[in-house]
């Protein structure tokens, strides 16, 4: 069974930065499937970062220009480099793989205050 930890949340300024991390453990499986989401107070879960193949993702408008997936398969961990933060990005950010979804992890806090 297929773990998803991730971390990297924090309070930051808006026009910050953050990079959030999502590391898996358990069964193999291939990290480029992995994606991410994130869930607003009072909204549903999004997907915000989808990947396609090894190399293209889709991210949502909200975040495009923005936001980039990488990734370091030597520790099975995928990242996402936020920039250019915004009050509207403050949510709980989650990773998953969208074609076939593992159980959810605790998410990590993305908070965008002055």
């Known amino acids: 069974q297929v773990q998803l930890v991730e971390s990297g949340g924090g309070l930051v300024q808006p026009g910050g930065s953050l990079r959030l991390s999502c590391t898996a453990s358990g069964s193999i499986f291939n990290i480029y499937a992995i994606g991410w989401y994130r869930q607003a107070p009072g909204k549903q879960r999004e997907l915000i970062a989808n990947p396609t193949s090894a190399y293209h993702t889709n991210y949502a408008e909200s975040v495009k220009g923005r936001f980039t997936i990488s990734r370091d398969n030597a520790e099975n961990t995928v990242y996402l480099q936020m920039n250019s933060l915004k009050p509207e990005d403050t949510a709980v950010y989650y990773c998953?793989?969208?074609?076939?979804?593992?159980?959810w992890g605790q998410g990590t806090q993305v908070t965008v205050s002055s």
């Open positions: 998953n793989t969208p074609l076939s979804l593992k159980t």
